[in-house]
C-alpha cells in the first residue's frame, strides 16, 4: 500500500476497536494493537458475557494471519495506570496515527455505583491525557482519531440540527462591534461515561492549540449489528454481542430478548431519540477519518459518526414486527427528558462517500440471525437494566473504594 500508515488501536480488543483494527490491516496499515482486557474482566466480575463466543487474542491474531496473510502486534498495556510503558511503545513505534477506543464505554455501567464511577472517570480521562503527554513529550506527531459519543451533546430537544462539534456565537464588545467566535457546542453529559467524553473535548482542545496535535474526535451514535466483512471471515475473528444491562445496546438487546421470548423492554414512553450506526459503517468512518487528518491549525476536526435517528419505541416496533416478540414499559432507569427529537449533521463523511448501512437493509441479514445462532449462549438474568441514575431509585450506595478490573 503506497501510504500505508503505522497506526497503534489502543482498545483494539474491544467491540469497536477489533473490526476496525482488522478493517485498517486489510487495507494495508501496520496495525498494533493495545488492549489492557479490562473489557473482559468487566464481564467477568459482572457475571456476564458477549453472546458471541470469543476467542482469545492470540487465537484471534493467527485466525487473522491465517485468513488475511497480515501480522496484527499486540501488547498489554494498561494506558492509565503505566505511563513508562506507554511511553516505550510510542518511542519505538513512531506511529503515523494513533486511534484511541481505549476507554470504559458503557453509560449504565458508569452509574452502577461510586466504584464504577470512579473507574470510568480514572480509566478514561488518564488513558486519553497520557496519550496526549506521552506523545508531545517525545517529539511525536501522530494523527489521534478518538471515538467519542453523541451523547457530550445530551438529549434536552434543543429544536435544531446539532452541528458538527462547533457553534458560531456572535460576541458584542465594548465598542459596539460584534465578535464572530466558534465554540464547542455546549456539552450536557447524561452520565459519567458521558461527562468523561466531555472532558475529552477539553484535553484536545488544549492538546490542539497548545501543541499544534492534528485530533480528530468522532461523536459516535449507537452501534448495532455484530459482523463486518472482517469478522466473518472465521468464527475465531467473530466480534462481541453485548445483549446485558449494562453494555448492551439498545437494538442488540432488544434482538436478544425476541429470540428468547422475552419482553422488549422500553424505557418509559421509548420516546428517546437516538443516533444509530452499523458496525461496518463504524470502521469505514474510522478508516476514512484515518485517511484525511487535519491541518496542523489549532483547531480539533469534530465529526458526527451517525447515519440515521430513531425512538426507542420505533426500534421495538421494528423488532416486534419481524419477531412477534411483545413489548413492554418499564420505568426508566436513567434520569432524562421523557421525549425528545434529535436532528443531526453527518455531512463530512457522506461528502467522503460514506454509503451508510440502514437498519431496513441490514437488521434481519445479520442481527437477528447472530442472536438466534448463540441464543443457547445467553445469561437471563443479565437482560433487565438494573443500573439506575438516581438515589431515590438506587437502594443503597457501595464503598468509595475504586472497583479495579485490570
Not at 15 to 35: E, Q, R, Y
Request: hydrophobic fraction near 35%; include cysteine.
Amino acid at each position: 500500500m503506497k501510504d500505508s500508515k503505522k497506526i497503534i488501536v489502543v482498545g483494539g480488543d474491544g467491540f469497536c476497536g477489533w473490526p476496525t483494527a482488522l478493517h485498517l490491516s486489510k487495507l494495508g496499515h501496520n496495525i498494533t494493537i493495545v488492549d489492557n482486557m479490562s473489557r473482559r474482566e468487566i464481564d467477568a466480575a459482572l457475571g456476564s458475557d458477549s453472546l458471541t463466543p470469543i476467542a482469545s487474542t492470540d487465537d484471534r491474531l493467527a485466525a487473522w494471519k491465517e485468513h488475511s496473510g497480515n501480522t496484527i502486534a499486540f501488547e498489554n498495556i494498561d494506558i492509565a495506570q503505566d505511563f513508562d510503558a506507554v511511553t516505550t511503545l510510542l518511542d519505538t513505534i513512531k506511529p503515523d496515527t494513533i486511534v484511541h477506543f481505549g476507554e470504559q464505554r458503557a453509560a449504565p455501567y458508569s452509574m452502577k455505583g461510586v466504584g464504577e464511577k470512579r473507574y470510568t472517570v480514572d480509566n478514561n480521562i488518564s488513558g486519553t491525557h497520557n496519550l496526549l503527554a506521552a506523545s508531545v513529550a517525545l517529539g511525536l506527531d501522530p494523527h489521534f482519531v478518538h471515538l467519542g459519543t453523541m451523547g457530550v451533546y445530551g438529549y434536552d430537544d434543543d429544536g435544531l440540527e446539532i452541528p458538527e462539534g462547533y457553534l458560531p456565537v456572535y460576541v458584542p464588545g465594548d465598542d459596539k462591534q460584534i465578535t464572530k467566535r466558534d465554540i464547542l457546542y455546549p456539552t450536557n453529559p447524561g452520565s459519567v461515561y458521558h461527562l468523561t467524553k466531555s472532558m475529552d473535548q477539553l484535553l484536545f482542545q488544549f492538546y490542539a492549540k497548545n501543541d499544534r496535535l492534528r485530533i480528530t474526535d468522532l461523536h459516535q451514535g449507537i452501534v448495532w449489528g455484530t459482523q463486518t466483512d472482517e469478522t466473518k471471515l472465521n468464527e475465531r475473528l467473530i466480534n462481541r454481542f453485548d445483549y446485558d444491562g449494562d453494555y448492551g445496546t439498545v437494538l442488540n438487546r432488544f434482538l436478544m430478548q425476541a429470540v428468547v421470548g422475552h419482553p422488549l423492554t422500553v424505557h418509559g414512553t421509548g420516546g428517546q431519540t437516538r443516533a444509530f450506526i452499523h458496525i461496518q459503517d463504524t470502521v469505514k468512518c474510522l478508516a476514512l477519518a484515518v485517511e484525511n487528518p487535519p491541518e496542523k491549525d489549532g483547531k480539533v476536526a469534530i465529526l458526527n459518526q451517525m447515519t440515521e435517528t430513531h425512538t426507542v419505541r420505533e426500534l421495538a416496533k421494528l423488532v416486534a414486527d419481524v419477531s412477534g416478540a411483545q413489548i413492554a414499559n418499564v420505568d426508566n432507569p436513567r434520569n432524562e427528558a421523557a421525549e425528545n427529537d434529535l436532528r443531526v449533521s453527518n455531512k463530512t463523511f457522506l461528502s467522503l462517500g460514506l454509503k451508510p448501512i440502514t437498519l431496513a437493509e441490514g437488521l434481519i441479514e445479520e442481527t437477528q440471525k447472530i442472536a438466534a445462532k448463540y441464543a443457547d449462549r445467553c445469561i437471563h438474568k443479565m437482560i433487565p437494566c438494573v443500573s439506575t441514575w438516581t438515589h431515590k431509585q438506587r437502594p443503597g450506595i457501595v464503598s468509595p473504594k475504586p472497583r479495579k478490573v485490570a
